[in-house]
């Protein structure tokens, strides 16, 4: 496992933007896809992006698709989540999280986890 920081959250206006950072802590963050969640009061933690150990392969859900983008910084063990046009149903708790495994795009696949930083967006 490997300990995950994010940070970047914070109350923004409805089009607004945010980018969200997550720091790894460790010297194998490169054979780690990452991946961003959120979860909302009362709601499941639910997929957000994620993109592959190599950078080279990003993966979104489809209500954030052109207006979010994961990035990733092996040479600064960080994940970025910039986004853009935010929406208040936006509004959550936003996780990062590594695996080594295939399938990225699948919670249950994630064996660490930050603590979260919320976002807010108000209309």
């Known amino acids: 496992q490997v300990q995950l920081v994010e940070s970047g959250g914070g109350l923004v206006q409805a089009r607004g933007s945010l980018r969200l950072s997550c720091a790894a802590l460790?010297?194998?963050?490169?054979?780690?896809?990452m991946g961003w969640f959120r979860q909302a009061p009362g709601k499941e933690r639910e997929f957000v992006a994620a993109i592959s150990r190599s950078g080279g392969s990003t993966y979104y859900k489809d209500p954030v698709k052109g207006r979010f983008t994961i990035s990733r910084d092996n040479a600064k063990n960080t994940v970025y989540l910039q986004m853009n046009s935010l929406e208040p149903e936006d509004t959550a708790l936003y996780y990062c999280?590594?695996?080594?495994?295939?399938?990225?795009?699948?919670?249950?696949?994630?064996?660490?986890w930050g603590q979260g930083t919320q976002v807010t967006v108000s209309s």
């Open positions: 460790g010297r194998t963050f490169s054979t780690y896809a």
């Open positions: 999280a590594a695996t080594k495994q295939i399938l990225i795009t699948i919670r249950n696949t994630y064996d660490s």
